[in-house]
């Protein structure tokens, strides 16, 4: 905590991811404040214990006692919120935020921002199939990874500081990568992944099937429960990369595909044996 | 215990389920004894009390012994197993397995089979991501699914038997398809599964990518660690089934691609709607 000391973190949406980074930051003893939408959020946040105070209005008296904002909006929604109100940050304030897609957004942030604020971007790798501040869980953070996307705008002192506020958070691992990497890596570890889900469950009427579901049917479709106008919102924005993954992996689907129906076992099993090999890696941690 | 009382049990084939089977049978108190190829796992299964006998080899005078007869082999072996011992099997002698591919199995047995033993398909949903005997654990069982694949062929008695199995040895559910219906539910379910955590799993050398890895991706891949030679042959037993299916899902992917492509926001909140919707039958059970 040699950056990060007596400051006070405004969060700009109180939903889920919002709530818990709230939650987490409280209980370490920060002053915690909110704006967000609606005023029953605020009301169950400070009732709750996860905010000191919070308001529905963005006004400059508010804003400008923060020294980190922290934005968990959807990506449109942070985008018009820092055009419109830029004006209200504090002279010297760390902007950062918790948005799935990176290039898109933090380079468009960078390019209009005062020049007296620093905006480093920041991809909390955790979530769940609920929503809201009502289930707002710092808990989520504990196995989860961070990573923090600076551009040659940051400087090493936010970029340290945005790394600690992953740390602060409880984050099992704390990372860097370039905006452009982080996206690639996304588009094929998380977005792609949903797509598969997505597509399998979208089948079939597989009512019937639950009763000889297997766990590795229930496995592959637990993230197919998605909220659709937040992951299209995402999908769209990383559409080049996203497609490219998609097409990536729908050819060695077809690969599979065609050894099965030319009955080219050798084939097969050779695909089976680099997907055990390669998945062996991820038992380790 | 109707039906099955006193009766001698032979598990042919003692791996991770024939092991657990012979596990879940003896600590029932039934005298189990095993036929496999591999002494030491014999000595294994004796020495911990998973079976109260066993040979390598393959006699008569053992084989007679016993009133239900469990084959635990891979598919080609099975049918082989029978074609050249059945002369040996006790008269009234009740045969079941546990394949998971059901149509080119049954009907090849049961067509051969003598007329005064009977063979009752079962596929017991249930596995680890590790082999051998020596993994024996009849808790596998505990939340999976057992199915019983009779034919025209099969009498009452007999399947009645053969479902009472699943019922001793612990299984959820205990329920019954021909093997046409099960072959395309597993088809869907397990085969499709399958391919596609491996065709994932081949398309990158991921393991520098383990430290930004979330759940979705290890949930997806879990499976992708697999037994070539035994699921390879699963696969070609179920070709034109599980081909239907692999392009049943080749459709729905391609539906979420192009919607992307063509930037159709509402087809992907759709597809994103149903498949939220349906999953949400799995969470019931």
Redesign the interface.
């Known amino acids: 905590m040699k950056i990060i000391n007596d400051v006070k973190f405004l969060i700009v949406g109180l939903g889920l991811i919002g709530g818990s980074y709230a939650q987490a930051l409280t209980d370490l003893g920060y002053e915690v404040g909110a704006i967000t939408r609606s005023q029953s959020s605020i009301d169950y946040a400070k009732e709750n214990g996860l905010i000191a105070h919070g308001s529905t209005e963005i006004s400059g008296d508010y804003v400008g006692k923060f020294d980190v904002i922290i934005f968990a909006l959807y990506p449109k929604v942070l985008v018009e919120w820092i055009e419109e109100n830029q004006s209200l940050f504090k002279s010297g304030a760390l902007i950062t935020d918790v948005t799935g897609v990176k290039g898109p957004i933090v380079y468009k942030i960078q390019d209009m921002l005062r020049d007296d604020v620093e905006f480093v971007g920041a991809h909390p790798?955790?979530g769940k199939e609920v929503y809201g501040v009502q289930n707002a869980d710092k808990s989520i953070f504990k196995n989860?990874?961070y990573?923090v996307t600076p551009t040659a705008k940051n400087t090493e002192k936010a970029i340290e500081a945005t790394k600690q506020i992953g740390r602060l958070l409880g984050f099992k691992?704390v990372?860097e990568?370039s905006p452009e990497e982080h996206d690639e890596?996304?588009g094929?570890?998380?977005q792609?992944?949903?797509?598969?889900?997505?597509?399998?469950?979208?089948?079939?009427?597989?009512?019937k099937?639950?009763?000889?579901?297997?766990d590795?049917?229930?496995?592959?479709?637990?993230?197919?429960?998605?909220n659709?106008?937040m992951?299209?919102e995402l999908?769209?924005l990383n559409?080049k990369e996203?497609?490219s993954?998609?097409?990536?992996?729908?050819s060695?689907?077809?690969?599979?595909?065609n050894a099965?129906?030319a009955?080219d076992?050798d084939k097969?099993?050779e695909?089976?044996?680099?997907?055990?090999e390669?998945?062996?890696?991820?038992d380790?941690?």
């Open positions: 790798m955790a989860a990874n990573i691992t990372s990568l890596m996304i094929f570890l998380s792609l992944t949903h797509c598969i889900a997505v597509s399998l469950m979208d089948c079939k009427e597989s009512e099937l639950v009763d000889y579901t297997g590795s049917f229930r496995d592959l479709t637990r993230i197919a429960k998605i659709d106008s992951w299209s999908f769209l559409k996203l497609l993954q998609m097409d990536l992996f729908m060695k689907f077809t690969e599979l595909r099965l129906e009955e076992t097969m099993r695909m089976m044996r680099i997907s055990t390669r998945r062996r890696h991820f380790k941690k």
